[in-house]
Structures are given as C-alpha cells and as structure tokens.
C-alpha cells in the first residue's frame, strides 16, 4: 500500500507559478505510477498528468500541456506538479494518486491523498 499527502496549495494571481508536491509513505513506491487528478466545484474529477514508475513517460492533459510538468523523485517518495502561467480555470483541489500502471482515469488509481486546493485569482 501507499499513503500520499499533497501540499504547495495556495491562492496565486493569474499568470503565477507553483508546485505542489506529494509525500508517498510505503516502501514500494518506485514501483507506482502516479498521477494528478483536479476537482473544481460543481464537476467531476479530471486527469492532469501522470508519470511512470521510472519517472520516464509523462501524459498531460490538453488544458495543461505545455504549462505544467509532472516529476518524481523516488529517493525521496515524492512526486511534484510544476505549474506555470496559472489561469483562474485551474482553480480546483488538487488530488495525488497512486497507481499499478500509468493510466487516464480515476479508477486507474488505487490510493488517493486528501486533496490541495488551488486558487487562482483573475
């Protein structure tokens, strides 16, 4: 099993940078692929980016490529999501998970961290 804890949230004016990061607990989470979901009020969760166990095969959704990078670090269990040129429509809480294969959809994911919220300001 692995435990994951999101962080890095904040609130962030449009056109701003963060990155947020999750801390996975477990021995076997180089074994993981992991992956960022988003939830905005009122809609349902959607993909982000997802990484591979090795850290050498990235996805990005549509409305994120080119603007956000996902990484990990297996040394140190964690996994990152660089985001740049933030617009107010990323405004969500941000969820990291854990999974056996590196995939698109929620129930790819096996183990999910609490969630950080996001908030850009227009």
């Known amino acids: 099993q692995v435990h994951v804890v999101e962080s890095g949230g904040r609130l962030v004016q449009t056109g701003g940078s963060l990155r947020l990061s999750c801390a996975a607990s477990?021995?076997?989470?180089?074994?993981?692929?992991m992956g960022w979901f988003r939830q905005a009020p009122g809609k349902e969760r959607e993909f982000v980016a997802s990484?591979?166990?090795?850290?050498?095969?990235?996805h990005y959704a549509d409305s994120v490529k080119g603007r956000f990078a996902i990484s990990r670090d297996n040394a140190r269990s964690t996994v990152y999501l660089q985001m740049n040129s933030l617009k107010p429509e990323d405004t969500a809480v941000y969820y990291c998970?854990?999974?056996?294969?590196?995939?698109?959809?929620?129930?790819?994911?096996?183990?999910w961290g609490q969630g950080t919220q996001v908030t850009v300001s227009s």
């Open positions: 998970a854990a999974g056996g294969s590196i995939g698109f959809m929620v129930h790819d994911y096996a183990y």
């Open positions: 990484v591979s166990w090795s850290g050498g095969s990235t």
């Open positions: 477990g021995r076997t989470f180089s074994r993981y692929a």
